[in-house]
């Protein structure tokens, strides 16, 4: 069982940058290194959508609307998946979710999420 727990959201301002984090801690963190981590969010009234995602390998993925402006990166040693945000737009406002899941399967673990505005 591992814990998730994301920081680093708050206000930004249009073509500003900002960068998510995701802390995993917990009885298997230990082997967070088998595990592939993926960040989500989900505007108001909307479905919960992918933005990106890195394999336990460090293989990243990218929604199409956040190509080239976001960067995934994971530090297996520190346990952190994190989501570097650049030139953003008001239509990245939402509540942003770390999830993850080990390669041998079971159960998909979620943060709570971290609210990231993007506005004037």
């Known amino acids: 069982q591992i814990q998730l727990m994301e920081s680093g959201g708050g206000l930004v301002q249009p073509g500003g940058s900002r960068r998510l984090s995701c802390a995993v801690s917990g009885k298997s963190a230990r082997a967070f290194n088998a595990y592939d981590v993926a960040w989500y969010r989900q505007a108001p009234g909307k479905q919960r959508d992918s933005v990106a995602s890195i394999t336990a390998g460090g293989t990243p993925n990218y929604a199409g609307s956040v190509k080239g402006r976001f960067t995934i990166s994971r530090d297996n040693v520190g346990k952190t998946v994190d989501l570097q945000m650049n030139s953003l737009i008001p239509e990245d406002t939402a509540v942003y979710f770390c999830?993850?899941?080990?390669?041998?399967?079971?159960?998909?673990?979620w943060g709570q999420g971290t609210q990231v505005t993007v506005s004037v």
């Open positions: 999830s993850a899941r080990s390669i041998f399967g079971g159960t998909t673990y």
